[in-house]
């Protein structure tokens, strides 16, 4: 466990505004260790990429154990701090959240992606619910006695497209990462959102670092860490890449 304590606490510590951390999202043991290789602070996997990988789709479809056996694995492959894409905790209920968060961390996990979705929909929960998710899990960390990193997702971005957000989906982000932060989040995730003048905004209006995607149309690294970004992730985007490589590979390799 001490270890585990060690490698969260030097997980959180890699977030700065202004200097973010990169994590270049993996799926399994393997694409972990290249991960390591090529240089990796941090291992954070993907939840798509995790469950396409093993011929499920996204969203928790990916049996939980399979899920966690996964992160084991991975935990075990590479002496790095592992974040864990946890979706929604496979629970709604707060007394689920903090079981299952438990659980997950006897993996050797030191942080999470926890999204603000309900899983299966295109809604959300209500500030207040989400509210108490997070402090659900922020309890169920706590009983572990594992200070792990709480990367609290809202989906409000990732649901529209990116030419209608607005000031108005900004104020309600806002709102939530305040929400979030009060109940023991440690970063806040707004995957979609590419407006420079809406991610600086977000970056200024919260303390907590802001953890912004590399999708395509997004602005660089560079662009991002001026903007107060502390950590940037890649979700299923390299897996895709993989993917297509391979399927390209073999497609001159049996045709």
Known sequence: MTDQITRAETFAALHKKGDPVILYNIWDAGSAGALRDAGAKAIATGSAPVAMAQGYGDGENIPMEAALDNARRIVSAVNLPVTLDFEGAYASDVLGVAANVERALETGVIGFNFEDQIVGTKELYDIETQEARVRAMREGCDAAGIPAFINARTDIFLKARPDTHSDDMLDDAIARAKAYAEAGASGFFAPGLKDEVLIARLCESTELPVNIIALPGTPDTATLASLGVARIS??????????????????????
Do not use: F, R, S
């Not at 299923?236 to 390799?253: F, S």
């Open 234 to 255: 890649y979700g299923p985007v390299p897996y895709k890449q993989m993917l297509g490589w391979l399927q390209e590979q073999a497609t001159k390799a049996l045709n």
